[in-house]
T-cell receptor, first 110, second 114 residues
Framework: AQRVTQPEKLLSVFKGAPVELKCNYS??????LFWYVQYSRQRLQLLLR??SRESIKGFTADLNKGETSFHLKKPFAQEEDSAMYYC????????????FGKGTKLSVKP | NAGVTQTPKFQVLKTGQSMTLQCAQD?????MSWYRQDPGMGLRLIHY???????DQGEVPNGYNVSRSTTEDFPLRLLSAAPSQTSVYFC?????????????FGDGTRLSIL
């Protein structure tokens, strides 16, 4: 079954510390993965997608097919990074639906 | 462009009432979807549409109806509201189904059922 697992409900770090939000997936084909972010009282927005291999706001995520992981990393956390982060897997075929993890709330303390 | 617009932003209903959550997009996207967001549950897909006139069920469709008469609009109907439907509802769109283009989300509708 296709599934996205984010094992941490809450992750709390101090400003300037490295941060890693974990995401593991289960998918039979070649996965397309995304990270979405939701800042307080705002809409969900795309942070990055693995196909672009980009760095947004200092965040990166590498797809590791051997470990079926797509962890989100940032070397130095900022207070404005505090938000809810969702890992999502594109359900292939004609549906194109996103399968979301349960989310991780990142809290960056001053 | 307004992107994805949802109305209303907040709504309180009594058990058994019906209502329609509106969603409109002005990006000529083929694919539209509805999610509900609950604490500890993430986002779960309710219904989706790959184009005008085509709808299908997602993970949690019971108690909800949708229609897609135009490309722009994708309303979500609660037939007989129940307290279990208290949630935040998000509408999203993307250029086409199976697209690796990002989905664009609306601001959400916070719905409380008493």
């Amino acid at each position: 079954a296709q599934r996205v697992t984010q094992p941490e409900k809450l992750l709390s770090v101090f400003k300037g510390a490295p941060v890693e939000l974990k995401c593991n997936y289960s998918y039979s084909g070649s996965p397309e993965l995304f990270w979405y972010v939701q800042y307080s009282r705002q809409r969900l927005q795309l942070l990055l997608r693995h196909i672009s291999r980009e760095s947004i706001k200092g965040f990166t995520a590498d797809l590791n097919k051997g470990e079926t992981s797509f962890h989100l990393k940032k070397p130095f956390a900022q207070e404005e990074d505090s938000a809810m982060y969702y890992c999502a897997l594109l359900n292939g075929g004609s549906q194109g639906n996103l399968i979301f993890g349960k989310g991780t709330k990142l809290s960056v303390k001053p | 462009n307004a992107g994805v617009t949802q109305t209303p932003k907040f709504q309180v209903l009594k058990t058994g009432q019906s209502m329609t959550l509106q969603c409109a997009q002005d990006m000529n996207h083929e694919y539209m979807s509805w999610y509900r967001q609950d604490p500890g549950m993430g986002l779960r897909l309710i219904h989706y549409s790959v184009g005008a006139g085509i709808t299908d069920q997602g993970e949690v469709p019971n108690g909800y109806n949708v229609s897609r008469s135009t490309t722009e609009d994708f309303p979500l109907r609660l037939l007989s509201a129940a307290p279990s439907q208290t949630s935040v509802y998000f509408c999203a769109s993307s250029p086409r189904a199976s697209s690796n283009q990002p989905q664009h989300f609306g601001d959400g509708t916070r719905l409380s059922i008493l």
